[in-house]
Each structure stands twice: as C-alpha cells, then as structure tokens.
C-alpha cells in the first residue's frame, strides 16, 4: 500500500494548525522518489492528523481510545457540515481511491466509497470475488479494504508506528497470539475452532435446556407427590359430607316453613297500611306543593330585585362612559400637544438635511481612495513574500550548485594523483575516467552558478522596489481608519436629521386632530351638564331620567304584591297538612316487619348451610377422583424421566468432544505451535536489524511458555533480551524507557519483514509518528539507520516519519513542511 495524494475537508487538526477548511498533499510529487519522507512543522501543525489519514482504514490510530469497533468515531474530529477524506493510494500494481464523507448536520451519518482505476481510466466500485460490492456503507467499505490490504490489527502493528501506539511488551496473551495467527495465516485454523466453540456453545445451550426440562418434570414428580399425601383419605370424607348435607336440608325445610306463616300475617294487615301510606303521600304532596309555590313568589320577588340592581347600574354605566370619554379627549389632546412640541426642531432638521447629505458623499468618496492605497500595499507585501520565497530558493540552489562543482574540481584533481596516469592501465582505470568526467561537467556547474547570481541579483533588485512602494503606502491604513470614523460621524448626523424630517406630516395630522379635539370637549360638556343636572358638579349622585323613575316606583309595587301573596299561601297549605295528620293519628299500630325480616335471614342462612355442605360433598367426591388420576400421572411421569436422564449423558459426551476440539483449534493449540515455529525467524529478523544498527550488544527471543509462581509452564508470551555486556538476560518490560524503544521498534519492522518475506503481504510504505522521543542523540541517528536497513531488507520503496528532532528530519530524502503548507 503506497499513499499517492491526500485531499483533508472540515478536519479539526488542519483547521487548528493551519488555519485552512482543506488540505491537498499530493505524495508523488513531494517524495519524488525519496527513501525517508519527513512530515516536518511545529507543535499543533496538524502532522498527526494528516499521518492518521494516510491509509485507507476507517480510523486515525493515534485519536483511537481502543482498538476494534467503537473505538474512534470521525464526528469528534471534523468542524463542518460536510466533511471529506479523499485518499489516492496504489497496492499490488493498481490504484484505488477511497472517499470518506462525514456528515454532522442533522443527523450524523458516515459514507465510505472505495473505487479502483479501470483501464479505460475511469473510477469504478472495488467489486469482491464473494460478490461484495462498495455501495457506499461502513462495513462493505471495511471488507473491501481487509480483502486487499489485510486486517487493521496486523497493518497498524508491523508497518503504521502511530503516536502513543502499545508497544509489543503490553500486549496480553490473547492479543499477541491473535496477531501473531493472522501473520502465519491460521485463520482457517481459527475459524475451524471458532465453529467448534460455537457447536460446543450451541450444545451448552441445548444441554441447560434438557437440564431445565429434567428440573421440571422433578419438580412435578414433587408436585403430584404433594397432592397424593394431601388426598390421603378422600374415600372416608365422601361419607362423611354426605350425612352433613342431609342435616342442613332438613334445618333448610323448617326456615322455610316459619317465614311462610308470617307472611300470610303480613297480608292481613295489608290494608292498614295502604291507608297509611295514602294519607303520607298526601301529606307529602301537600308540603312540596306548598313549597314548590313559596319557591316560585321567591323567584319572583328576586327578579324584582335584580330589576331594580340592573336599573342602577344603567344609570352608573351611563354617567361612566361620558365621563370616561371625556377623559380619552383630554388624553388625546396631551399627546397631540407632545407632538407639536417638538415642532421647531423637526423645521431646522428639514433646513440642514440636503447639507448634511452632500457632506457624506463627499467623505464616502474619501474612503474609496484610501481603500485603494491599502489594497495596493497589501498586493506589495504578497509580492515582497514571494520574491523573498523565490530569492530563499535560488540561494539554496546556488549553494548545492557550489557543492557540486566543488566535488567535480576535486575529482578532477585527481588525475595528476592517480598511479597509473601515463601507464597502459590508464585506459581501464575507473577512478580516471570519473576524474576525466568531472572535468567535462565543470564549466556546466560554473555556468548554473553565473546564472544563479543574476537570478538573485534580479530579485534582490525587486525586492527593493518593493519595499520603496510599502514604504510610500505606509500612512494608508491609519487615513482609512480616521476617514472611516468621519464618514460615520456624518452619516449618523444625516440619519438624525432625516429621521426628524420625516415628521412634518405627522406635525400637520396633530394640529387637525387637536382642532377636532376641542370640539369634542365642548360639545360634551354640555351633554354633561343636561344630563346630571347642577348637583353633579359638586360630586351629588345623579339625577334620573322620567322614565328611569318610573320603572323603579313600578318595581316597588311588584315586590309588595308579591309579599302579600306569599302570606296568604302561607295559611292554606298549613291548615291542609294539618287535617291529614290529624287522620294519621287515628289509624291502629303498623305491622312489626322485623320479625318477617329475622325469618328471612334463618332461612337465608339455613340456604347458605345447604350449598356449602353440597359444595363440601362435591369436593369430597372430586378428591377422591384426583388421587385416581395422580396415581396414572406418576407412572407416566417416571417413563419420561428416565428419558431426560439418558438424553443429557448423550449430549455431555458430545459437549466435552467439542469443547476439546476447539482447545486444539484455538490460540493455546495447533496456533501456538505454528507461533513457536515462527518464533525464531522473528527473533532472527529483530536480531539481524539490532545487529545492523545497534550493534551485538542485545539479542532478543520471543517466549510462548511462561514460568508460574509454582515453578509450572503455562501458555504465555514475553519478550526476553539478553545483554551482551552485561551478560543477564530479562524481559523487555522491565528496561528503560529508550531501550525499551529501541527493542520494540526492532520487534515491530521484524514483523512487517516477516509479512514481507513469508506470508506474502507487501505493503510499498511504512508509516512511524514520533517513535523516537525518549532516545538519546546517539540512539536517534541509530533510529535513522535501522530505518533504511527496513527499506533494504524489505524491498520497501520508502517510509513516512514525524520527528521532533531537526536532526533526524535533516536526515531524509524529502520533507513536507506543514508550516509551508500553511502559507500556500
């Protein structure tokens, strides 16, 4: 996999470093064939952010918190609406491009496209063997790019260092195997055993279900034991509850028979009570008729009443609007004379207002001019930059010019040195011939110098030019400022005095309201004075009006009527109710109906006595018909048992068959026999890039079986270094930080080696992200060594680093300036 071009829209790092929405790096043209590229800028630039996205997998390690899904998300990473990721990369002689749209406006939403470069030269979707096709969604897009590139753990573990990345020492022994399995290419062997742990899962899960059966059926064998015991006797209780049943009916019949006799009593006096309840319902009917009547004279009386209430609220309704009339005039009058107040100043606002226009178009004009001059400085400093660009770069031209023709005199110096000058060896001599060469290229490297010269020499002069033209347009901004402040001075004057202009007709609508005003006033005031009368001026009630009078002398009489019929109502239904009582009075003692009711109840009673003991010799009879049957239940149920028992045996044995060909199949199995066999040429690569760059001093070995606390082997896995000076051995974990380092970016270049050399997965760039901080100096130029015996040793075409050592970015082929890419 080799990074071409990157395009970065709406991410956060770009915009904080660089100050820009989007990014576009084209690799090609700035590697340009180099070995080593640094990605070089200060603190904050935005390096790391472009390194993350420098690949085609759908994270940036060094911002992920986990590893696996859901442990980055680009939503936290993006400022945009919209946002973009457009990467060109080439893997196993094609060129793909993946296109990353992350969506934050309303809901979040993630489209990933990965296309290939047809022959015809058009961009088509990456279609899989299996059918798989980039529709656009995360996941197609993730298996499309694993089917090429292989799995996100082995590329970010072998050839992407990101920064903060785990070092091979802290990963536990589940991780390490896991990688390690993927780089020997056991997954079908994996597979094989995540099948086997599914079937023993799913068996698992059947077995607690046969289990679950088995515990029901014992614990209906309980159940039906519990009702057996608790149906003991049933046969002797049927008996017994039938004689209680014949009792209860014959206690039944006798209840039966008292409450008929009293009932043929009650009959008799039926009569006397008819008359009785005649006489009551009339006494009734006396005393609502009798109210009924008092209520309605009531009513009446109260109708009368809110007569009169309304009648006074007229008048008071009437003497109200005309006052409160009286009172929005005058209020219209105050605000008409508030109006008019501010007469004279809306006069002399129409006298000054074409001036004051005048007098901002003329400073509007000046602002113009001098926007002219700032703009024609700013266009001198953007050209004084690029010159001063242009003059930094053909003196760093002249001086690899200067160097080079120094190389070439000195290798033409060697022709008067070499021995066999003059000698018949001279034509075969190669170190001659090389002088003789340098000789031809001398007055070539002399000349680019010449030219060189003049080029600076031209742009030196330009750039004084330059710098006369600030020079002249150095006032410009501070006139703009103070012929701003003057236009707004004026135009705010000249909105006052329009805004106090527009008012004239408003002016001239207050004094014809005002006149109208007044006219109102007056012609009120004399409806005041004819329909209040004198008395009213010194805060006396009212007067009413004829008619208003009338209506209350006509409500006076009605209520006297209404009094008087009242009183009289009052005598005749008293006397009425009193003649019917009288006739109540008369009539013999009623019939005592408690004794019918205490009849009624024994019998009631006597019922309910029946039915339970009917109910109490049903049951008896059921429970004798339940044991019968509990008796077959239990048979049957001892058949199905001994079912259950023979099933969960069967599926036990095939459990444990499972669950041990599933060991073999795992991690602790057949793969950690592959590891130990691959363990050597691990240690043996790791061992070949500290031997290259470091020197004897370490060797390391990778061990798959660890030590307890017992002094028992175990699976495990730990990385062991021995000293060559020291002459100990111990596990990389407990070195310092920079050997720690060190050994760890051996171990990890070892593994991309390895994918290089054995499995057959070859990617075209390695990617490192400040892997060297804790190394000394010494160690750092080291770092740079072991770097390109990786290339060598790999067949990789180059690697990608950010260093914060300007040292070590001085070291490589090629750097990409992220503060320059700020100023473009």
């Not at 576009?24 to 630039?45: C, M, P, Q, S, T």
């Not at 009785?276 to 009924?292: K, M, N, P, S, Y």
Request: glycine share 8%; net charge neutral.
């Amino acid at each position: 996999m080799q990074p071409l071009s990157l395009t970065l829209k709406g991410f956060r790092g770009i915009r904080d470093g660089l100050g820009r929405d989007v990014l576009k790096l084209d690799f090609e043209r700035l590697a340009d064939g180099a070995e080593l590229v640094a990605i070089a800028g200060a603190n904050g630039r935005g390096k790391t952010t472009v390194m993350d996205n420098m690949h085609p997998y759908l994270t940036m390690p060094s911002r992920a918190a986990m590893a696996g899904p859901g442990g980055f998300s680009y939503y936290d990473h993006v400022c945009l609406p919209e946002n973009e990721k457009d990467l060109i990369w080439a893997h196993d002689g094609r060129s793909y491009r993946s296109q990353v749209v992350i969506r934050v406006n309303g809901r979040r939403k993630t489209e990933a496209f990965l296309l290939m470069l047809a022959d015809d030269g058009a961009w088509k979707p990456v279609v899989l063997d299996d059918g798989t096709v980039s529709d656009g969604k995360v996941d197609t897009y993730t298996r499309c790019v694993e089917a090429l590139c292989g799995s996100a753990d082995t590329f970010f573990t072998s050839v992407f260092s990101a920064q903060g990345k785990r070092q091979l020492s802290a990963y536990r022994n589940a991780e390490i195997k896991t990688l390690l399995a993927d780089l020997l290419g056991q997954e079908e062997i994996r597979a094989l055993g995540q099948q086997a742990g599914e079937t023993a899962r799913l068996l698992k899960a059947g077995l607690a279900a046969i289990r679950q059966e088995q515990a029901g059926l014992d614990a209906e064998a309980q159940r039906i034991e519990g009702e057996r015991r608790r149906l003991d006797g049933a046969q002797a209780r049927v008996a017994q509850r039938l004689a209680g049943r014949q009792a209860t009916q014959a206690a039944q019949e006798s209840a039966r028979t008292r409450h008929a006799q009293l009932m043929a009593e009650r009959e008799q006096s039926r009569g006397v009570e008819a008359r009785r309840e005649q006489l009551q319902g009339e006494c009734h009917a006396v005393i609502q008729a009798g109210t009924q009547a008092i209520d309605a004279l009531k009513a009446q009386d109260q109708g009368e009443s809110q007569r009169l209430e309304r009648l006074a609220q007229r008048i008071a309704q009437r003497v109200t609007q005309e006052r409160n009339r009286g009172q929005g005039l005058q209020n219209q009058r105050r605000e008409c004379l508030t109006v008019l107040a501010g007469a004279q100043a809306v006069q002399r606002a129409e006298l000054h207002l074409p001036l004051a226009e005048r007098v901002l178009s003329l400073r509007s004009a000046q602002i113009g001019s001098w926007r002219q001059q700032v703009q024609r400085l700013t266009q001198c400093q953007a050209s004084e930059r690029m010159v001063q660009q242009k003059l930094s770069g053909v003196e760093r031209e002249a001086g690899q010019a200067a160097l080079k023709a120094e190389e070439l005199a000195r290798r033409f110096g060697l022709t008067g040195e070499v021995p066999c000058a003059g000698t018949d060896l001279q034509g075969q001599c190669q170190l001659l011939g090389d002088a003789r060469d340098a000789k031809a290229l001398i007055p070539s490297a002399q000349g680019t110098i010449q030219r060189l010269g003049r080029e600076k020499a031209a742009a030196q002069q330009e750039l004084d030019a330059l710098r006369g033209r600030q020079a002249e347009l150095a006032g410009a901004p501070q006139a703009l400022a103070w012929a701003e402040h003057r236009a707004e001075f004026a135009r705010e004057r000249a909105s006052r005095f329009a805004r106090l202009a527009a008012q004239a007709g408003e002016m001239a609508r207050a004094r014809t309201t005002l006149a109208g005003i007044e006219q109102e006033l007056t012609e009120l005031r004399t409806d005041l004075r004819a329909a209040l009368g004198p008395d009213a001026v010194a805060g006396q009630p009212p007067v009413e009006t004829p008619e208003e009078a009338a209506e209350r002398q006509q409500i006076h009489a009605a209520r006297q009527a209404i009094a008087a019929q009242h009183e009289q109502q009052a005598k005749h239904y008293r006397a009425t109710l009193d003649r019917l009582k009288q006739a109540l009075a008369a009539l013999p003692a009623p019939y005592d109906g408690q004794r019918l009711i205490d009849a009624q109840t024994s019998m009631e009673q006597a019922a309910q006595s029946a039915t339970a003991a009917e109910q109490a010799h049903l049951g008896a009879v059921r429970d004798a018909e339940a044991l019968s049957a509990l008796v077959q239940q239990a048979t049957a149920l001892a058949g199905r048992q001994a079912q259950v028992t023979n099933r969960i045996a069967k599926v036990e044995t095939e459990l444990g068959n499972w669950n041990l060909f599933a060991k073999c199949m795992s991690n602790d199995g057949l793969i950690a026999l592959a590891i130990d066999d691959a363990g050597p040429a691990l240690s043996g690569l790791a061992n070949d890039l500290l031997l290259a760059c470091y020197g004897p001093r370490f060797t390391v070995s990778l061990q798959t079986l660890v030590e307890t606390g017992k002094g028992e082997q175990k699976e495990g896995f730990d990385i062991l270094v021995h000293d060559g000076e020291s002459g100990e051995s111990k596990s990389v974990g407990l070195m310092s930080g920079g050997e720690r380092v060190w050994v760890n970016e051996c171990l990890i270049r070892a593994v991309a080696l390895y994918l290089a050399q054995h499995t057959g997965r070859r990617y075209g760039a390695l990617f490192s992200d400040e892997a060297d901080g804790p190394l000394d100096p010494e160690r750092k130029r080291m770092f740079m060594a072991m770097k390109r015996e990786v290339l060598r040793l790999g067949g990789y075409q180059r690697e990608f680093f950010v260093s914060q050592t300007p040292e070590l970015t001085a070291m490589a082929d090629a750097v990409i300036d992220m503060d320059l890419q700020g100023r473009l």
